[in-house]
């Protein structure tokens, strides 16, 4: 199964109005420059240098945006958060931290850029995921974390990771083709 969205929850990657690529429409460009997103990555990238791996991760300190990096945080993830929602009032906070941890891990190495994609009802804020220039689809770290935290294998986050990193290398080996336009492309 992709990192991009569990059985059920996949976010469109194309536009349900034209059929094309999401990212080529009005809505997917209008909604990069809105002032919530932005100051969601400006805000969790000062957390980052801040904060995360002083006060709420310390075991991350030396291993930011890295591979092991990954599995750390994937530790962590399973130890901290146990059977509670990653995501509830008293978690929130932390629980983003990681979700901007993990995409900008895949960002960095990966040639991929922070996007936001636009809602899909019921939903009304648009979903933060990084955007790999070789996939079709977007890498979503709430369906990673969704993963780890489910499967307990202490291994989700590596495999997707170095299966993106796999791709990723063949796409530099081969030019970094044009999106869609050689057939690793998924």
């Known amino acids: 199964m992709s990192a991009e969205a569990p059985a059920g929850r996949a976010h469109r990657h194309r536009s349900e109005r034209s059929g094309s690529d999401i990212r080529d429409t009005p809505e997917f460009e209008a909604i990069q420059g809105d002032e919530r997103f932005q100051s969601w990555l400006l805000m969790h990238d000062a957390a980052m240098q801040i904060e995360f791996t ?11 945006f890295t591979r092991e990096g990954l599995m750390i945080a994937e530790q962590e993830i ?29 960002r960095r190495n990966l040639d991929g850029r922070w996007v936001a994609l636009p809602p899909e009802p019921p939903r009304t804020n648009a979903t933060s995921a990084v955007d790999l220039p070789f996939r079709s689809g977007f ?15 202490g291994n989700e986050l590596t495999k997707i990771f170095d299966r993106a990193g796999a791709r990723h290398k063949e796409w530099v080996e081969l030019g970094r083709p044009a999106r869609g336009t050689w057939e690793g492309y998924l």
């Open 78 to 106: 399973v130890r901290r958060f146990g059977a509670s929602n990653l995501f509830s009032t008293e978690n929130c906070r932390l629980g983003m931290r990681f979700y901007y941890f993990i995409g900008e891990t895949f």
């Open 139 to 153: 890498q979503i770290p709430r369906y990673m974390m969704g993963f780890v935290h489910q499967r307990r294998t």
């Open 54 to 64: 002083v006060f709420d991760v310390p075991e991350l300190d030396g291993h930011e």
